[in-house]
């Protein structure tokens, strides 16, 4: 489409008169209409439906109309009516231009959308951790990462850490789990209350399956200040964490968006500090957290693909 075309301010020239010599006879050129077949169809039906006009010729090639009408016509006139069809056309295309950008706009907000987003940073975070802890292995720098840790220690860290681990044991994410579940039900949030108990008791399960496969003895660098069981790999307070708190933290920021950075923010320093307090108290390796990390993404990316599609489910119902 042309720019004279957009603009229905500039009336005068839409159409110009070519030839009127001939009385009930006359050809015009009409602006935008040069290799624009919509316009020519659309010019073309409604000359169609007018009774006082007998032929004409529509070209969208050289952007001229030729038609042959009613002798009680003017020229002017039947200029008229080819400039109200042209504007008649631009108000409809500019109306459909505006409804695709308003849908283009809807659909990044559709849950579809948003959920293709996620899952692209989350699996990129998930290759990442996978490729720290190959790298980790590989060069043999657990220990070392460690006792560099080590050099941080100070009484009041200790404390610090200690307090921070304990929100991430297993028997604290559990109670916080059926809580935040019990406050969902009474809400009548029922799916969101199962997919979090779901995410609750899976990750726990798997958790043990994998420490029981792996079976990998915890580091003894230094004296422990907590005591511990169970075997070392994967780190069950990384990856659990991440899953209950991941899932709490993204349910929320749908529910409230306009907290939803502080949100996922609070929730991933509340995350990372966990798995850096069990590297600072010496009871994991750092490819234990790197790999809790990266399952308990899986499960959190299992958890949003589960929410997302409820969602979608009952904007159709």
Not at 123 to 138: E, Q, R, T, W, Y
Not at 222 to 229: D, F
């Amino acid at each position: 489409m042309n720019a004279d075309l957009s603009n229905g301010d500039h009336r005068s020239i839409l159409i110009q008169a070519i030839h009127t010599t001939v009385k009930g006879r006359a050809r015009y050129k009409v602006s935008g209409l040069k290799h624009s077949p919509s316009l020519k169809n659309h010019i073309a039906l409604r000359l169609s439906q007018e009774k006082k006009i007998g032929q004409y010729q529509v070209n969208d090639l050289t952007g001229n109309v030729l038609v042959i009408f009613h002798q009680d016509l003017s020229p002017k006139a039947m200029a008229l009516i080819l400039e109200n069809i042209v504007l008649d056309y631009t108000k409809k295309f500019n109306n459909l231009l505006v409804e695709k950008l308003d849908i283009k706009e809807k659909a990044k907000n559709l849950p579809i959308y948003t959920l293709n987003k996620d899952l692209t940073r989350i699996s990129g975070v998930i290759f990442s951790l996978a490729v720290c802890s190959a790298l980790l292995h590989k060069y043999g720098l657990d220990a070392t990462i460690l006792l560099a840790i080590q050099k941080l220690h100070t009484p009041f860290l200790d404390r610090l850490m200690v307090g921070i681990t304990f929100l991430g044991e297993p028997l604290v994410l559990l109670l916080i789990s059926l809580g935040v579940e019990t406050n969902w039900l009474y809400n009548n949030h029922r799916w969101q209350a199962t997919t979090l108990g779901i995410a609750t008791s899976g990750a726990m399960v798997l958790m043990a399956l994998l420490k029981v496969i792996f079976g990998r003895a915890r580091p003894t660098l230094w004296k422990w200040i907590i005591n511990v069981g169970h075997p070392s790999f994967p780190s069950g307070h990384s990856m659990l964490s991440l899953v209950v708190y991941g899932v709490i933290a993204y349910i929320l920021a749908k529910e409230y968006p306009q907290w939803q950075k502080q949100i996922l923010a609070l929730t991933t320093i509340l995350i990372i500090a966990i798995g850096f307090s069990r590297l600072y108290l010496g009871v994991h390796w750092p490819t234990d957290v790197f790999v809790g990390y990266a399952v308990g993404l899986l499960c959190l990316a299992a958890c949003i693909i589960t929410l997302e599609l409820e969602q979608k489910y009952l904007a159709f119902q």
